[in-house]
């Protein structure tokens, strides 16, 4: 059948993100990233500040807060109260992806969307990797340097993404079976990733 | 830069053999699956019953069996005197593999070849999967029912390729950093992981 969903799940510097921007333009679908800060933002009523400092970060209730979320998925804002702000984002951002899948016709970028989705027949979950030289030279060339050393940057980020994504979902990151297709973007290259996912969305 | 060497790891019941064969033909590649025994006899001067009974099956020796193989590359077959069968056939393996992949032009099916080859920089190394329902179906249809139920044969036979693979190369067998692309046959379907591999290869 066909994928009305595509979660793209994504090493940092792998080009999991603009891989999912040109499969969404391809396929005419909507592409969702910081988009879904936005919708949280107006879901939670929380500050943008707030919405922004734990999008992707642990916090030790997730798994706790998930069963909240599923089982509040119609409830107002009003289900918040009394809940941390990290919780807070979370739980909107498990309604907000559950939303934009109804809606269909989507890629959405990280976040657990992979096992927020896991019970739809109707997604396909991509995982984008590559090695360590590839990611350097991305990172490098699209954020330039900093401070810090670009490999412990794209460590640091791949390491608060695993931990989000175990404390959220109470399963590992990158393992192959909560995935269609994982693909090495530094060998593969980006175009034939995105013609690949493309394909076997239709 | 083209591949000269596709290894293909494999759940059982995935296709991941028949991809591979297929692979071989379009792109005009030898194909290496069984035909590893048969080189593997030749070269050890053992059984055909002993070298297939200890194909992809671990010995608790692999890791160091690695280090003396490595280092006796092209010794004659004097140096398997006075190690087990087991340790015989292993290392016969290896020895075939790297020749294999020095002949070039080749897809090697399982067998911890990703491994044995890792320092080559021709390898496209693939790891094909399924759900279980779909190996399940499969593995009916291409081989018929046994006594044991289906689900365990499968089970089991993973089971063992993972052991031997653990013992041999000392990692985990599907950790994604380890291959460039890992396909669900189910979903991808055989045609489509057929037609990217070929694509990847070129």
Chains 1, 2 share one sequence.
Do not use: P
């Amino acid at each position: 059948m066909a994928k009305k969903v595509i979660t793209i799940s994504r090493e940092f510097g792998s080009g999991g993100r603009t891989i999912g921007k040109m499969v969404a333009e391809k396929l005419g679908y909507k592409f969702y990233d910081a988009e879904i800060i936005d919708r949280v933002i107006e879901k939670s009523g929380l500050s943008r500040e707030i919405v922004e400092k734990y999008d992707e970060y642990a916090t030790h209730k997730s798994s706790f807060l998930y069963s909240i979320a599923i089982n509040s998925v119609n409830a107002s804002t009003e289900t918040y109260h009394g809940t941390s702000f990290a919780s807070q984002v979370h739980i909107a951002q498990i309604k907000v992806i559950n939303e934009i899948a109804e809606e269909g016709n989507c890629v959405i970028i990280g976040r657990g969307a992979d096992y927020i989705l896991r019970d739809r027949d109707d997604v396909l979950n991509v995982f984008v990797y590559a090695d360590m030289k590839f990611k350097c030279d991305r990172v490098l060339s699209l954020y330039g340097e900093t401070d810090k050393k670009i490999e412990d940057r794209i460590k640091d980020k791949d390491t608060k993404r695993r931990v989000f994504y175990r404390s959220f979902a109470m399963r590992e990151w990158g393992v192959y079976q909560n995935y269609h297709m994982m693909l090495d973007s530094g060998t593969v290259g980006l175009d034939r990733c995105i013609d690949m996912i493309c394909d076997v969305a239709k």
